[in-house]
């Protein structure tokens, strides 16, 4: 009896957990293969909208002339629709991230699902139906709830390969370091526009954002979306901005236009001074 019951309580693990997780991995090598045969560089910023936060990045990101994926939460976009509205209308990719980032580990089949679909659901209103939707799996995790999902509807599913941890650490330095140590073509950095904890603060991203521009560019590496780099620009209405952008994804006026400071630290402090404006969308 404790057998079959350790049996059952075994294939229930691997059929929730461990298949997704060795899917995962496939998928995972093959899609950094495919953004890796590209010179380009992709910044996603995972958890928003908020307002101050997103606004911020809106603003550094136009500054640059760069454009984004934002994987956004269905509870962040019922708080802020207007900022939602202003990624999409500032021509920047957008993508699921579940409703209220339930972890697939520890969430059963139901919750797991309903995350899910009411997340897909806050999001289809800002995105193009005839496009390919970017999702991107809260804490990049799967269980089989999450890869039917994905497989069903036909999501594409995005990893990254840089974390910062920005949501972490209050220093802005130790976010631009880490990016400057990993950057390289095919590179996915994963930042955080929106946080978890509502204590931690979001300077650390927001001033670390000119530095880390700065860095991609000084390597000579495009900075692109998700979207382009795999070939299909995906989930944004300013088509006439992202075709621009696309033809030129960020060129050497735009580079010259970026802070001249030579250090990283002068980059953030020249951050600190756009984010102080304030500039809420
Ligand atoms: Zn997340």
């Known amino acids: 009896m404790i057998e079959i019951t350790t049996l059952v309580l075994l294939a229930g693990f691997a059929t929730y957990i461990l298949i997704p997780w060795v899917l995962k991995s496939i998928l995972r090598k093959r899609f950094l293969t495919n953004i890796a045969s590209h010179n380009a560089v992709c910044l996603t910023f995972d958890d928003g ?27 962040n976009i019922e708080k802020y629709p207007e900022i939602a509205t202003k990624i999409v209308e500032l021509g920047h990719e957008i993508g699921e991230h579940s409703y209220e980032h339930t972890h697939p580990w520890t969430s059963g089949p139901i919750r797991s699902l309903k995350d899910l679909v009411k997340g897909g659901r806050m999001v289809a209103p800002y995105r193009c139906s005839d496009r390919p939707v970017l999702f991107r799996p809260p804490y990049g995790k799967l269980n089989i709830v999450t890869l039917l999902y994905t497989l069903i509807l036909r999501r594409r599913l995005v990893f990254w390969n840089v974390n910062p941890r920005d949501y972490e650490h209050d220093s802005p330095e130790t976010v631009v370091q880490h990016v400057k140590e990993r950057v390289a073509p095919g590179t996915v950095i994963l930042l955080h526009d929106g946080r978890h904890d509502t204590s931690r603060s979001y300077d650390s991203t927001i001033l670390a954002l000119n530095a ?23 989930v944004t209405n300013n088509t006439s901005r992202a075709s621009r952008f696309k033809e030129t994804p960020l060129t050497s006026r735009r580079i010259r236009q970026l802070p001249p400071e030579s ?19």
């Open 49 to 75: 909208p908020q307002r101050e936060s997103t606004s911020a990045i809106l603003h550094l990101l136009e500054e640059a002339g760069v454009k984004a994926t934002f994987f956004m939460l269905g509870k």
């Open 212 to 234: 880390i521009l700065k860095e991609i560019t000084n390597c000579g590496l495009a900075i692109m979306t998700v979207g382009q780099v795999l070939g299909k620009r995906s």
């Open 263 to 281: 250090s990283t630290g002068s980059a953030v402090n020249n951050t600190e001074i756009l984010y102080r404006k304030r500039t809420v969308y």
